[in-house]
């Protein structure tokens, strides 16, 4: 499945809108056996562009799926790209400490993280002493 959905996280990346940075990003994440994919998405207004992380994310989500099994993320990048903060605090809502991160680039370097290890002591509901 690793390989999959590294390879829909490419395809995504294909759909970016970076007029501004010329960034590309494409993310794909594994919910309920379905793959979502997701491209970043700028806006004049820089607070206002979502990242491909998210979108991702939120397409499964607006789908009904609430827990992530898997995610993959690339980018035109030297090392294997990594979430921003904003990014890993999404994740962290609907993903397990172990749930796979695989974060990679266009020249297939490719490391396998845990949610856990991306976010570490991420803010939860439990925090709020909440439940989910």
């Known amino acids: ?39 970043n998405i700028e806006n004049a ?11 991702a994310v939120f397409k499964a989500v607006s789908e009904g799926k609430k827990k992530i099994e898997a995610v993959a993320v690339v980018a035109d990048t030297e090392r294997p790209v990594s979430p921003c903060g904003a990014c890993r605090q999404v994740l962290a809502e609907f993903c ?17 993280w845990s949610m856990s290890r991306l976010l570490p002591g991420a ?3 439990a925090d709020m002493d909440k439940e989910i």
């Open 1 to 39: 499945m690793k390989d999959k959905l590294i390879q829909e996280a490419l395809e995504a990346r294909k759909q970016a809108y970076t007029p501004y940075s010329h960034f590309q990003v494409g993310a794909a994440v594994l919910a309920d056996g379905v793959i979502y994919r997701g491209c």
């Open 123 to 125: 803010f939860s509901a």
């Open 96 to 112: 397990d400490s172990d749930t796979k991160i695989y974060l990679t680039n266009l020249h297939g370097h490719t490391e396998e």
């Open 45 to 55: 207004s820089y607070g206002l562009t979502n990242c491909a992380e998210r979108t």
